[in-house]
């Protein structure tokens, strides 16, 4: 049987950037209908900037960038033992370069977002087209992931909470800041697959994900099974070589 190709409601007026930004939380499939209408995008982006910015702000105010290197390293044993096979002074040199690169990540993240959504709607595009038969277009699943992935600005908003609440800096984690998933209340002595397992079970990503599929649907013109297919398989397939790259590096 023939799958009926999604439109926009005739009836239904043209969405503002701002009504697609709410809508994305309480009425996801108008967002993505709307996407059909117009594939503007810069509305989340500007978000994710704004929220991403603050964040680094809030962790070289509160944490600083030395300690956040500082716990980066002790939190993983084969980072801390290639730098105990350091002199003294190659440690120094070495948790200097190392925070200069953490921060610089940290403050290029609007960019590398850019880059990282590119690279997304562009494997969600083939996985669907190619994979499940779709007639998804670029520009719409860019405007996808800049909207889908919302609810990570608001992960971002939860840990300057958390930082401005007074979070211990040596217990702060700049690669798991707040606790939306498993991996957030294991400890240090966790072993590292588990670890990788428990931080990928994150609530601010299954509902990224839900959204994907939601939205992969309407661009895709695919049912729901098969653009959860696309979106959940990539996602399965990430975990997967997260956890086998934690056990190996141990």
Known sequence: MTEAVIQPEASAPPLSQGQRVLDTFIAPSKTFTDILRSSSWWL???????VSLSLGYSIQQKIGWNKVYDNVVRQSPAQQQRLDQLSAD??????QV???ITKGIFWASPALGLLFAVIMAAVLMATINFGFGGRSKFGQ?????MYGTLPLAIKALLGIITIYAGVDPDSFNVNNYVGTNIGYYLSLDTPRWLMALGTSIDVVTIWTLIL?????????????GKAAG???GWWVLFVLFRVIGAAIGG
Not at 90 to 95: E, F, L, N, P, S
Not at 141 to 145: C, E, G, H, T
């Open 90 to 95: 190659q440690q120094v040199r070495a948790k």
């Open 212 to 224: 994907l599929t939601i939205g992969c649907s309407i661009l895709g013109k695919v049912s729901r």
């Open 98 to 100: 190392g925070a200069g």
């Open 230 to 232: 696309a979106v959940w």
């Open 44 to 50: 989340p982006w500007l978000i994710g900037i704004a």
């Open 141 to 145: 699943m860019f405007a996808l992931v």
